[in-house]
């Protein structure tokens, strides 16, 4: 089974950073799209960045773009969430994700396609105030 274990999450002020870690595990793929998605309370969960391991294809959603770097170690089995300059509205459950989707369909986007199976990890908080 695939296993996604999520850490770095915590409390900053306003302007400050965090850096995410997600260690993956139980692949059987050479390279996968792999992305952080967030739920803030009350509202729709929301993908924030998304990467294809092999090609370093990227893909940030507009409100992140410039403050927040999606990035993988060699071994592609840990993925970083990179997050600066953060915001209150920043503040929210970050989930690493992984889609079985091919490379040229590796975006935010490929996880709502319902023939693309995804995985989950259990969420880091953060929280910006």
């Known amino acids: 089974d695939v296993q996604l274990v999520e850490s770095g999450g915590g409390s900053v002020q306003p302007g400050g950073s965090l850096r995410l870690s997600c260690d993956a595990s139980?692949?059987?793929?050479?390279?996968?799209?792999m992305g952080w998605f967030r739920q803030a309370p009350g509202k729709e969960r929301e993908g924030v960045a998304a990467?294809?391991?092999?090609?370093?294809?990227?893909s940030y959603a507009t409100s992140v773009k410039g403050r927040f770097a999606i990035s993988q170690v060699n071994s592609k089995s840990t993925v970083y969430l990179q997050m600066n300059l953060l915001k209150p509205e920043d503040t929210a459950m970050y989930y690493c994700t992984t889609v079985l989707s091919p490379k040229s369909e590796c975006s935010l986007r490929a996880w709502f396609v319902p023939s693309y199976d995804t995985f989950w990890g259990q969420g880091t908080q953060v929280t910006v105030s």
């Open positions: 139980g692949y059987t793929y050479s390279s996968n799209c």
């Open positions: 990467l294809y391991t092999t090609g370093r294809l990227t």
